[in-house]
């Protein structure tokens, strides 16, 4: 009896081509980056997350951030859909319930479970196109497509989610973006070139190719790192220098009085700590004298001894009075800042986004519903400012940011465009008393003043407060829960940086191409996986 062979042999072309593209597309696969067992890819993300928080103040080692989002893309490679999200919330909820600590000083656990839980949920469900670009780029014949566009379209996946959660819903929360961090770091001065958006995204482009260069399988092509050697080279690159244009003098005065929500207190409290500190500098030769948000607790405009008192202290200063007050026209309620010449005030700005559940409360029937308590606490209803964020001090235009205002890129640029020649950042901090709130918020305005190449007074009701140059030092301040106020020379700047001129190009062109990149991946994985299924004959 004869026996036929049903294997081919050995040499047989068919059999070859059958095998040799599931074993290329196995290696492809693994050369992208290799994953982390179940049982350390959720303590790494955990781990990760809690390490970006630590990047920030109080802390505020700039290096973690790049160890934080190592870590978080590390534990991404070879996840079902399931499995990133896992990790993306390990990682979130890590980040986002430490470094938002500070909201349970001032409305307890529910705001904050809700906001953290919430921020977390949505950075998990942003980790998920991360890891399809991953996978999809893992089936590519084309080594540039897995070491130098991958690492690309990763930072622009990245990038596109922090734009994200810094928008939506009711107007975001960008208060946690990579770039932020870096006021202490070597690459902060890039700032004044592509802007904090830019910046993250250069950060996160550099964490993605080393990532993807040490745990790719040897041999290692050193093109894997020339996006890292762009992101080093930019260490020598000096922030973009802007146009020195005289100095002012500046007077600025932290009350230290009972300005918090639940402080006790009575009416015309807060003014009065605000006049009182202000008398240490009233014979000092000024040109502007400037008070924090909510230094004025009540209506100039409707409260006629409020007015008498801010027009002796106009007089008493020789200088304009930047001060700010909820203010009532129109039938709406507003939290303006305005310039106080005596006799009253013509030159305002109402802050652009009043914070939800701060300040207003969006879907406030919603709400009630589940919480009527809390709810119940904010009775006042801000309505969003659209006036400039500008006011002109004998011809010199002072941008403005209204506390949290300063975390949103368009104040700040519609400022810089409007010809400030330097910023006042006025905030209120009383309702967040020892918690790193206040140091994150100073974190931010430092970038803002090496962002847009001017110097920011930064006054704050209970402190800190801080006058910045425009590389991001601070050249002066004072403590905490003190009574403060002092009369600074503060530089003035003149010229765009690139950053305030490319910036709103890029927040648009970021999250197109992210979502783009993704598409053509996608379309790409598809032809490929064509290409290297064999035919029948």
């Not at 405009?301 to 027009?311: E, I, K, S, Y």
């Not at 009527?372 to 001090?393: C, H, K, M, S, W």
Request: charged letters at 15%; one cysteine or more.
């Amino acid at each position: 009896m004869t026996t036929t062979e049903t294997r081919p042999p050995r040499d047989d072309p068919a059999a070859s081509r059958a095998a040799a593209p599931r074993t290329a597309q196995t290696s492809r696969s693994s050369a992208v980056v290799r994953g982390l067992p179940w049982g350390a890819a959720i303590p790494v993300a955990a781990l990760s997350g809690l390490l970006l928080d630590l990047a920030f103040p109080s802390l505020g080692w700039w290096p973690l951030a790049f160890l934080s989002i190592a870590g978080g893309l590390w534990t991404l490679g070879g996840r079902s859909i399931g499995g990133v999200f896992a990790v993306g919330l390990a990682y979130g909820a890590a980040f986002t319930f430490t470094h938002l600590m500070w909201v349970v000083q001032f409305l307890g656990p529910i705001p904050w479970i809700a906001l953290a839980g919430f921020e977390a949920l949505l950075f998990a469900l942003g980790a998920i196109p991360i890891a399809l670009a991953y996978r999809w780029a893992a089936t590519s014949p084309h080594r540039a497509v897995r070491t130098l566009l991958l690492p690309a379209l990763i930072a622009a996946l990245w990038t596109a989610r922090e734009l994200v959660l810094g928008s939506w819903p009711y107007g975001g929360f960008p208060w946690g973006r990579i770039g932020m961090s870096q006021a202490n770091g070597p690459f902060a001065e890039v700032a004044s070139w592509v802007g904090v958006t830019g910046l993250t995204f250069l950060i996160v482009w550099f964490c993605a190719s080393v990532v993807g260069w040490t745990t790719r399988p040897a041999p290692r092509k050193l093109t894997g790192l020339l996006p890292a050697a762009v992101i080093l080279a930019l260490l020598f690159v000096p922030a973009f220098p802007t146009t020195a244009a005289g100095s002012l003098r500046i007077g600025w005065v932290q009350g230290d009085g009972p300005a918090g929500y639940f402080d006790a207190r009575g009416p015309g409290d807060v003014l009065a700590a605000q006049r009182q500190a202000s008398e240490t500098i009233l014979g000092e030769p000024m040109d502007l004298l400037v008070w924090p948000e909510g230094g004025v607790d009540s209506d100039p405009f409707r409260t006629p001894g409020t007015a008498r008192t801010l027009d002796e202290l106009v007089e008493q200063a020789g200088a304009p009075l930047l001060m700010n007050a909820a203010t009532a026209r129109d039938e709406h309620t507003y939290n303006t800042s305005m310039l106080w010449e005596g006799g009253g005030a013509e030159q305002l700005h109402d802050k652009v986004n009043p914070v939800p559940f701060g300040e207003y409360v969006p879907d406030r029937w919603f709400y009630e519903l589940i919480v009527p308590d809390l709810v119940g606490l904010i009775q006042r209803e801000y309505t969003p400012g659209t006036n400039p964020p500008l006011v002109a001090v004998d011809g010199i235009q002072v941008g403005l940011a209204i506390c949290f205002d300063v975390i949103y890129d368009s104040v700040i640029w519609d400022g810089a465009r409007g010809g400030a020649q330097f910023y006042a950042f006025q905030t209120n901090n009383a309702d967040f008393r020892g918690t790193d709130e206040n140091l994150q918020q100073l974190e931010f305005a430092r970038m803002r003043a090496i962002e847009t190449g001017r110097a920011v007074v930064n006054v704050s009701t209970v402190g800190t407060s801080q006058v910045i140059a425009p590389d991001g030092t601070v050249i002066a301040g004072a403590p905490a829960n003190t009574p403060a106020a002092a009369v600074t020379s503060v530089p003035l700047r003149t010229g765009l940086t690139p950053a305030v001129l490319v910036g709103p190009i890029l927040t648009l062109i970021i999250p197109i191409a992210a979502i783009g990149g993704l598409l053509t991946l996608r379309l790409l994985q598809r032809r490929w996986n064509r290409l290297s299924t064999p035919h029948p004959c």
